[in-house]
């Protein structure tokens, strides 16, 4: 009976005592967490040029390229190329049967010496002999002795049908003996030094289209392959049926190794207006969306929204109130609330 009194009390006392205890253990780890001031890393905002990207097809052609005809008809007495291969500017590519021109060429040859023999001889008499009427006869009769040999020697050089430019030329079924009039193909010629890719794009971004813009090209069955160019000419209207601008680019090829007539995925980069860039680690997330802690001149931080544009790797491209120059919460946000005080450790 008398141990249970005691036992009451000591029970009552002991609670108590962890009454008194507990607030104050309380008290003091509020007070000391208020005091603490977190440590974070910080980071500048960098605003970069927003680029629209464009992508279209279009097919590819020589830099320069013709279709190799003939002016005269004739025989074929040589070929001289093979298809295929590459051919130098003014190169002889094939040579008709032109004997009937070879006899124009040495006949006005005799008439043009005879003329100037004539016009040499009167020189060679006194003014008084020969009269204005004979002499000016004479020169007139050796200019036409000279237009007459030029001409000649034309239609001798036209029998040679030769490369107008340096470049490849195609296959071709002319053999030696045939006969070819006036206007027959004989094979194509292409400077594939630059292909030229043509290709549309959307009214709205017409206006930003300018020559000399970069492109990146690939080839559609070879998409691996990156090819670097730029936009050589722009057209000056745009489609009324399909709303588009007609662009030409142009793709250094000097190992060759582009084949005219090839189709291309084409893209290019318009640049637009700045933006922020800021770390992948800095941005977080809420109910409200996705947000960054911009650090004031008090070294405390306020919430800034954002909407994000794009990523590359670990940084992030946004739409928001920032400007250059500001600092940003990088590590150590996740915990933070408006006005918090901050300890930056670096930037």
Same mark, same amino acid.
């Given at each position: ?19 008194? =205890? ?10 000391? /967490? ?16 927003? $680029? ?7 097919? /590819? ?18 070929? $001289? ?11 002889? @590519? ?6 009937? *021109?070879?006899?124009?060429? *040495? ?12 016009? *040499? ?11 204005? =009427?004979?002499?000016?006869?004479? &020169? ?41 009039? =006036? ?14 890719? &043509? ?11 300018? =020559? ?16 670097? /160019? ?38 290019? $980069? ?10 992948? @680690? ?8 996705a947000y960054v802690w911009r650090l004031t001149e008090n070294n405390t931080v306020e919430r800034v929204g954002i909407a994000i544009i794009s990523r590359n790797g670990d940084r992030v491209m946004v739409d928001a109130e920032l400007k250059s ?5 990088? &590590?150590? /946000?996740?915990? @933070? ?11």
């Amino acid at each position: 009976m008398t141990s249970s009194p005691r036992r009451s009390i000591v029970l009552l006392l002991a609670a108590c005592g962890l009454l008194l =205890v507990a607030p104050g253990s309380a008290d003091a780890q509020r007070r000391r /967490g208020g005091k603490q001031v977190p440590p974070v890393t910080l980071a500048n905002i960098q605003l970069v040029p927003v $680029n629209q990207r464009v992508a279209a097809v279009g097919s /590819g052609r020589a830099r320069r390229q013709v279709t190799i005809t003939t002016r005269f008809a004739g025989l074929v007495q040589k070929v $001289n190329f093979k298809g295929g291969g590459m051919v130098e500017a003014d190169q002889p @590519l094939i040579q008709l049967h032109a004997e009937t *021109e070879q006899i124009a060429v *040495e006949t006005a040859a005799a008439q043009r010496a005879q003329a100037a023999d004539a016009v *040499e001889r009167i020189k060679q008499l006194n003014e008084g002999t020969v009269t204005r =009427v004979a002499r000016a006869e004479a &020169e007139t009769a050796l200019k036409v002795a000279d237009a007459a040999l030029r001409r000649a020697r034309e239609d001798l050089d036209r029998m040679t049908i030769r490369a107008p430019f340096k470049g490849i030329v195609g296959l071709t079924n002319i053999q030696v003996g045939d006969y070819i009039a =006036v206007g027959t193909p004989i094979t194509t010629l292409d400077d594939r030094t630059s292909i030229l890719v &043509e290709f549309s794009v959307s009214e709205a971004v017409a206006p930003l289209i300018k =020559v000399g813009l970069p492109i990146r090209a690939s080839l559609v069955t070879r998409s691996g392959e990156i090819y670097q /160019g730029q936009i050589d000419a722009v057209g000056t209207r745009i489609h009324p049926e399909t709303r588009t601008l007609d662009v030409r680019g142009e793709i250094p090829n000097p190992t060759l190794v582009l084949i005219p007539g090839s189709t291309f995925s084409i893209s290019v $980069n318009l640049p637009g207006d700045q933006a922020p860039l800021v770390p992948g @680690l800095a941005v977080q997330w809420d109910r409200k969306g996705a947000y960054v802690w911009r650090l004031t001149e008090n070294n405390t931080v306020e919430r800034v929204g954002i909407a994000i544009i794009s990523r590359n790797g670990d940084r992030v491209m946004v739409d928001a109130e920032l400007k250059s120059g500001d600092k940003i919460v990088r &590590e150590g /946000g996740d915990q @933070l609330r408006p006005g918090q005080a901050v300890k930056p450790q670096d930037t």
